[in-house]
């Protein structure tokens, strides 16, 4: 897939001393992830391409949608009327298991693919600064995991893949679980428009902020527990 990612010996070595531990059951789910790799990065290097700003990202959604309905899934796109958001689900029963995909892109930061050095593909353009691309599809493909856990074991199980417009600026997730009473408030539905700069942590790595303090903001986990629309509560954010 379109971007890099530099991982310690180490870290992989305790990655294979897992696997080798792991029983038949998951091993075989991750065999299944391995089998839908095409499939899984060529959906990272679409949306790497479509490089849509937040609350625009019609055709990454729909690329995750007609990708989830071939493999089984059931979508209901459009969820909790936001356009570009989704929830394909697959199984029956308890647990309830939840994915959170996200796709859109941040405005200036065009890049060649494949590059570890600066490199504009499009002067002005948008690009995948945080690496969506790869996020959702790697959400995607647990997704896929876990459906043939399900499906291989016979059990009771019900995995949920979100698909979450907006993260760059637009509190989808929030707007998502809040009522619609308190979405004004805790989450403001603006589509991002090109050359718009950002207070992001691409943008001024300066900031003394981490991406779980802008994850744990856009999802307001404590004030969502109560009033949460869509059945089982977050309990926090991992």
Request: with cysteine.
């Amino acid at each position: 897939a379109t971007g890099i990612l530099w991982l310690p010996l180490s870290f992989l070595n305790f990655i294979e001393r897992r696997y080798d531990t792991m029983t038949a059951q998951k091993q075989s789910a991750l065999q299944t992830i391995e089998e839908k790799k095409s499939l899984i990065v060529g959906i990272a290097d679409k949306v790497w391409e479509f490089a849509e700003l937040s609350l625009q990202e019609f055709k990454s959604a729909e690329t995750y949608c007609e990708a989830l309905e071939k493999e089984g899934f059931d979508v209901e796109r459009g969820t909790c009327n936001i356009e570009t958001a989704f929830a394909a689900s697959y199984g029956h029963g308890r647990p309830y298991i939840g994915i959170l995909a996200e796709y859109d892109a941040l405005s200036g930061l065009s890049q060649e693919g494949g590059l570890i050095e600066r490199k504009e593909k499009n002067a002005g353009g948008n690009g995948h600064g945080c690496g969506h691309n790869l996020l959702g599809a790697g959400a995607f493909a647990a997704a896929l995991g876990i459906k043939a856990y399900l499906e291989q074991n016979d059990v009771s199980g019900t995995v949920i893949l979100y698909g979450c417009p907006g993260e760059e600026g637009g509190a989808a997730k929030a707007g998502a679980v809040l009522p619609p009473e308190r979405k004004i408030t805790a989450a403001r539905r603006v589509p991002v428009r090109q050359g718009q700069r950002l207070p992001h942590r691409e943008r001024q790595p300066a900031l003394p902020r981490r991406c779980a303090d802008d994850e744990e903001r856009h999802l307001r986990c404590g004030a969502v527990r109560g009033p949460c629309l869509l059945g089982p509560r977050p309990h926090g954010l991992l």
